[in-house]
């Protein structure tokens, strides 16, 4: 177990989760509109809403990655089980597979 990914992994959980606190307060405000009349604060309601969704992702990865990284299993590809490059791992911490497998799963999905 590495200290620096533990150390990494953490402040980025902590920083995802400081996002979500401030999305959550965002969205208890929700504008009001009837039919055929639109609020401008709608549309911003709508992209703190996915924003929030996909932060929540980000948050349930991160604590996967702990989990993994006290398992001793952080940084091992999920799908061909080689270790994932550093480079990626330092971008994405939250990163469940190798760059390779990656984009075969990505272009399976299209």
């Known amino acids: 177990m590495n200290s620096d990914d533990r150390e990494r992994l ?19 405000d929700k504008a009001d509109y009837g039919l055929g009349e639109g609020d401008p604060a709608i549309v911003q309601w709508e992209i703190n809403l996915a924003l ?8 349930q990865q991160l604590k996967e990655a702990l989990e993994n990284l006290q ?15 550093e480079e990626r791992l330092t971008i994405v911490p939250q990163a469940k597979r190798c760059a390779a497998c990656a ?8």
């Open 10 to 28: 953490e402040l980025e959980l902590a920083e995802a989760q400081a996002e979500l606190l401030k999305l959550q307060k965002r969205l208890r």
């Open 52 to 59: 929030l969704q996909k932060t929540q992702d980000k948050v």
């Open 71 to 85: 398992a001793g299993t952080y940084g091992v590809c999920a799908r061909c089980g080689q270790r994932i490059q």
């Open 103 to 110: 984009r075969v799963v990505q272009a399976s999905r299209r």
